[in-house]
């Protein structure tokens, strides 16, 4: 009987053992599957942490950084417009500056240059928007040119023979053609061809001025107004419209 007992006590004592055994196992396998549920979830909440950091630093960089770097680039092409119609355009942009040239030369009565130093107060990766101060100069040669093109009512012919400097003539003017015509009609008349409406006119402009510039993604816009000394009457426009393509750009 009392054999019979001890068996009980040993069999007992072996399914506890057993059932304490899997029991930590099962706490074990419980606590590793947390242990890497957690290391998971520490792994995206730091991914989180990561991405909301870095949506907060663009939100609070200046325009002129583009992707944490500041987006220095040249820029080469094309324009129609001030100061010789049609133009070669290079510039750079840096920071929040801009250094641009634009012109042509065609004949030594035919060209224009204009250089800009510009400040951006708006830039991204797809628009630059800015002021520029702009200094240039040019000279056309133009056939027959109507009177008040340039702003002015009339034009001088860069003669300095009296009663010929003006186009239209001015009451002078016609006074002094009519008492040349009267004494020597020979000169009037030889006068008159020389000094005739229908033919190439030289005029020439330097100017200084501010204008106002867009970049878009390629396409250049400018428009301002300048004053100076030359043939025509101030202000005077300052206008491009073309395409620069960039080199260095942050993309």
Do not use: C, H
Not at 118 to 142: A, D, Q
Not at 144 to 152: F, I, L, S
Not at 181 to 200: H, K
Request: a neutral charge; hydrophobic letters at 35%.
């Amino acid at each position: 009987m009392k054999f019979l007992f001890y068996i009980i006590i040993l069999f007992s004592i072996q399914i506890f053992s057993e059932d304490n055994s899997s029991y930590e196992k099962e706490n074990e396998k419980n606590a590793e599957f947390v242990k890497e549920n957690r290391k998971i979830i520490n792994e995206k909440k730091d991914r989180v942490n990561e991405l909301e950091s870095k949506k907060k630093e663009r939100r609070e960089e200046p325009d002129f950084l583009v992707d944490g770097r500041k987006s220095n680039f040249l820029v080469l092409g094309g324009s129609i417009g001030t100061p010789a119609s049609g133009n070669l355009n290079i510039g750079y942009y840096f920071d929040r500056f801009v250094i641009r040239g634009s012109g042509m030369y065609y004949t030594s009565k035919w060209n224009g240059i204009q250089g800009d130093l510009g400040y951006s107060w708006y830039k991204t990766k797809e628009v630059i928007m800015g002021f520029s101060l702009n200094l240039g100069r040019y000279i056309v040669n133009p056939f027959n040119p109507a009177v008040g093109a340039g702003g002015q009512n009339l034009y001088q012919d860069n003669s300095a023979f009296p009663g010929y400097q003006n186009s239209s003539p001015t009451y002078l003017d016609g006074f002094i053609r009519k008492y040349i015509a009267d004494q020597n009609p020979n000169l009037a008349f030889a006068l008159d061809y020389y000094y005739r409406d229908r033919q190439y006119q030289t005029f020439s402009q330097n100017y200084i001025g501010l204008s106002y510039d867009v970049y878009l993604d390629g396409f250049f816009l400018q428009l301002g107004a300048g004053m100076g000394r030359g043939t025509y009457r101030d202000p005077q426009l300052i206008f491009q419209f073309g395409y620069l393509f960039d080199f260095g750009k942050n993309k």
